[in-house]
């Protein structure tokens, strides 16, 4: 055997490359490892499905979250998106994502509870223009709908909301007689007689109106009042779900960068605003007592605000 110190040396040195080889390796496959985890090769992204065949609700929703995922593709990877194949309830879906269940994510209204038990990305959806409600009436109730200026005046009404929605705790908290039940039975209330109004966004009511004026022809929308709330809409994730949160928070900062989020607002949104003449409307405004701290409510670019 050659011990002389060339071949000592020789032999440390090629112990030495392929201890870096297989250290190299070692820390390549770690880096793997974690990027598989946090950044998955497909995203799949499950989204909440629709109650019925006429709802068409969320359709804007559905197209931001897509451009959200979009935006951010070459940033952190291919998606897939879908919804899941059962409709449920709005506290169900809060359930199931907090369980870590699909969905995986969800958009739905924010209080202080729901913000403690899941991840809320901070951007309102729809520019919080679900703060302002127009409802749903009985043509025939119109009349005396006029008569109705203040909160007090309303509270004499009884409004519908769905089963589980948010909405319930701020009107019952001003004092306002709510009526629940599954979202298509609350048109059929209405028809019926069996109460007064069934607010709406201003984006919902007029294609939901239209949706079923052939169906229930008694149905019409309130021109007299407005009433306003501060109502933030957020997507919310699974509180571990960090990557998801992330990417879709960097998704939508795009988007209101570049124009898109404010291009699909319009689109979708404009022709109802200009059809609310929400100037000539008479406004009750309530409390929302759900309303967490840290609702960005200073940060101009994120809301709509009538003129």
């Known amino acids: 055997m050659d011990n002389s110190p060339s071949a000592v040396y020789c032999k440390q040195t090629l112990v030495c ?26 995203w799949d992204v499950v989204y909440p499905a629709d109650e019925s065949p006429l709802d068409t ?3 804007d929703l559905k197209e931001i979250l ?28 809060s359930q199931e994502l907090q369980s870590g269940r699909f969905p995986n994510v969800i958009w739905t209204s924010t209080s202080r509870a729901r913000e403690r038990n899941l991840r809320p990305i901070r951007i309102p959806l729809r520019k919080g223009l679900l703060s302002y409600r127009v409802s749903i009436i009985r043509s025939d109730t119109q009349a005396r709908l006029r008569q109705v200026t203040t909160l007090e005046d309303l509270k004499s009404l009884s409004l519908v909301q769905g089963t589980g929605w948010g909405d319930v705790r701020v009107y019952e908290s001003n004092g306002l007689t709510v009526l629940t039940s599954g979202y298509e039975s609350l048109f059929r209330m209405i028809q019926a007689g069996r109460a007064d109004l069934f607010p709406r966004g ?42 998801l ?22 689109r979708y949104n404009g022709e109802s605003i200009r059809r609310a003449n929400l100037d000539d409307r008479q406004v009750i405004q309530l409390d929302n007592p759900l309303l967490p701290a840290e609702t960005p409510l200073d940060d101009e670019k994120l809301w709509f605000r009538p003129q």
């Open 17 to 42: 490359h392929w201890t870096r080889v297989a250290m190299s390796r070692w820390w390549m496959l770690l880096v793997f490892l974690w990027c598989s985890d946090v950044f998955p090769a497909e």
């Open 57 to 59: 609700r969320f359709e």
């Open 66 to 93: 897509r451009t959200a995922l979009e935006i951010t593709e070459e940033d952190f990877g291919p998606f897939d998106m879908r919804s899941v194949e059962i409709p449920m309830t709005s506290l169900r879906y």
């Open 202 to 243: 201003i984006g919902e009511v007029f294609p939901e109106w239209e949706a079923r004026r052939e169906a229930m022809p008694s149905l019409a929308i309130d021109e007299h009042l407005l009433l306003y709330y501060p109502w933030p809409y957020y997507f919310f994730v699974n509180k571990e779900n960090d990557a």
């Open 245 to 266: 949160a992330e990417r879709l928070e960097t998704g939508l900062m795009r988007m209101i960068e570049d124009g898109s989020f404010d291009e699909i607002f319009w």
